[in-house]
């Protein structure tokens, strides 16, 4: 299904210019991280890996109508709402982690949160307030 949420410029641009995988190039991050785990560690010290999923994006909903028993299980669904929430990578094959675009807000851009796992619980933190600082935390652009 495909959303009408509007792409963050920055994405869109690493996306145009081949710094943001495509189909073909995505699994060659199992190797070739677009991050180093010292970056990761910067935003979510408790994960060792990041995979970014190549467009099309698909929110949240898709994703639940696709696995439904495990998101109203582990999903902290209550803490999100799945049509606002652009799904755009994870942390590493089997981590169930998802990492969101979040698009409640206010601004202009999207936050960046994550699905972080605990012993009390799953819930949604914020890996960035906006994609240019994610962005830039990860070095997939200069820091301005």
Request: no cysteine; hydrophobic share 45%.
């Amino acid at each position: 299904m495909q959303h009408s949420l509007p792409l963050p410029p920055l994405l869109v641009s690493l996306i145009e210019n081949g710094v943001w995988p495509n189909a073909e190039s995505a699994t060659s991050q199992n190797l070739a991280p677009l991050a180093p785990v010292e970056l990761v560690a910067r935003i979510a010290p408790d994960e060792s890996g990041l995979f970014m999923h190549p467009p099309p994006f698909i929110t949240l909903t898709t994703e639940v109508a696709a696995n439904p028993e495990f998101w109203r299980e582990f999903g902290a669904l209550d803490e999100i709402e799945p049509d606002l929430a652009l799904d755009i990578g994870d942390f590493g094959a089997g981590s169930d982690a998802a990492i969101v675009l979040d698009y409640r807000g206010e601004s202009d851009e999207p936050r960046v949160l994550r699905l972080q796992w605990g012993e009390s619980g799953n819930h949604w933190v914020v890996l960035a307030e906006t994609f240019e600082v994610f962005a830039e935390v990860l070095s997939l652009v200069p820091i301005t």
